[in-house]
C-alpha cells in the first residue's frame, strides 16, 4: 500500500485546509486510518482517527470542533478538513494506515501545514 498526502500550503490564522490521502496498492487491506503530525522539536502526535468503515471517530483535544476526518473508500481517500487553523497547527501532517490483521503500520511521506499568524 502507498499513501500520498495532498493539500498542505500556507494559510493564515483563521483559515482552512483540506488535506487528502489517496491509498493505492492493496487497498483492501486498509483497516482504519489517521493523521498524525509532527512539529519541529516535538512528537508525533495523533490528531485524527477513522475505522474502516467510517462510522467511528477520534479526534485529539487541541482540534476538536475544528478538524474533521472522513474517508471515501470508493476512492480510496481520505481526508482532513481543517477550519479556525491556529499558529499551533502548523507542522509536517502524515497519513497513517493499519494494514491486514496484525494492523501493521504504513506511512505517507508527509504535507507541511503553516498557519501565520
Known amino acids: 500500500v502507498q499513501l500520498v498526502e495532498s493539500g498542505g500550503g500556507l494559510v493564515q490564522a483563521g483559515g482552512s485546509l483540506r488535506l487528502s490521502c489517496a491509498a493505492s496498492g492493496s487497498t483492501f487491506s486498509i483497516n482504519a486510518m489517521g493523521w498524525f503530525r509532527q512539529s519541529p522539536g516535538k512528537q508525533r502526535e495523533l490528531v485524527a482517527a477513522?475505522?474502516?468503515?467510517?462510522?467511528?471517530?477520534y479526534y485529539a483535544d487541541s482540534v476538536k470542533g475544528r478538524f474533521t476526518i472522513s474517508r471515501d473508500n470508493a476512492k480510496n481517500t481520505m481526508y482532513l478538513q481543517m477550519n479556525s487553523l491556529r499558529p499551533e497547527d502548523t507542522a509536517v501532517y502524515y497519513c497513517?494506515?493499519?494494514?491486514?490483521?496484525?494492523?501493521?503500520?504504513?506511512w505517507g511521506k508527509g504535507t507541511l501545514v503553516t498557519v501565520s499568524s
Open positions: 477513522i475505522t474502516s468503515g467510517g462510522g467511528t471517530t
Open positions: 497513517n494506515a493499519k494494514i491486514g490483521a496484525d494492523s501493521m503500520d504504513y
